[in-house]
């Protein structure tokens, strides 16, 4: 299995501009979590969907942040507009349910001038 | 709220020698417990899982321990390596369906 997939794994922005971040979770795994890291911080849930749909979105940080889940094999996490206060490392994880490990894709460095 | 608390912050320690991190818990009542280990620009990799029945899991030189009632959870490293040398995170579950709550991690370096 490739694990999860997340695109791009860098991304340099001007404040203001969009920023769209992709997820694809581990085939047949039903949860999906959005994380970002940062070193104050550290990791932070954002959002996670089961089956599809958003159950918790109380992480995001505010109305500039939407995600997404279309269908079983994508997820979009989208920044709009961009501040340089979002700079963070985001993560996309899955899991097949709550008794089994998460896996986490490589991350996206987001990086706002 | 749920917090984790990992400490030390970090942890340096010379190759070879048996290790112990630390993780605390607020609340006893989880569903289960997980370590992973974050190499500098990647995420991060699972490493141990323990459901709130068991007392601990083994996985090659690493041996992670529950006890829920204190409120703590240990990895234990057995003749550490060079390739140790990673960040080390624990993360509870509070209920069956909700997100992973993680800690801050120990970051440990093993010095050849």
């Known amino acids: 299995d490739a694990g999860v997939i997340q695109s791009p794994r860098h991304e340099v922005t001007e404040m203001g501009q969009e920023v769209t971040l992709r997820c694809k979770p581990i085939?047949?795994?039903?949860?999906l979590f959005w994380y970002r890291q940062t070193m104050m911080r550290g990791l932070e849930l954002l959002i996670y969907?089961?089956?599809?749909?958003?159950?918790?979105d109380s992480g995001m940080p505010e109305d500039r942040f939407s995600a997404k889940m279309p269908n079983a094999s994508f997820s979009t996490l989208k920044i709009q507009p961009s501040e340089p206060r979002d700079s963070a490392v985001y993560f996309c994880?899955?899991?097949?349910?709550?008794?089994?490990?998460?896996?986490f894709g490589n991350g996206t460095r987001l990086t706002v001038t | 709220k749920q917090e984790v608390t990992q400490i030390p912050a970090a942890l340096s320690v010379p190759e070879g020698e048996n290790l112990v991190l630390n993780c605390s818990f607020t609340d006893s009542a989880i569903y289960n417990l997980q370590w992973f280990r974050q190499d500098p620009g990647k995420g991060l990799t699972s490493l141990l899982l323990i459901q709130s029945s068991q007392r601990e899991q083994t996985s090659g030189r690493l041996n992670a321990s529950l006890d829920k009632s204190s409120g703590r959870s240990t990895l234990y490293i057995a003749a550490s390596q060079p390739g140790d040398s990673a960040t080390y995170l624990c993360a509870v579950r509070i209920e069956g369906n909700t997100p992973l709550v993680f800690g801050k991690g120990t970051r440990l370096s093993v010095i050849a």
């Open positions: 085939s047949g795994h039903n949860s």
């Open positions: 969907f089961n089956n599809n749909v958003p159950i918790d």
């Open positions: 994880a899955s899991s097949l349910d709550h008794s089994f490990p998460l896996h």
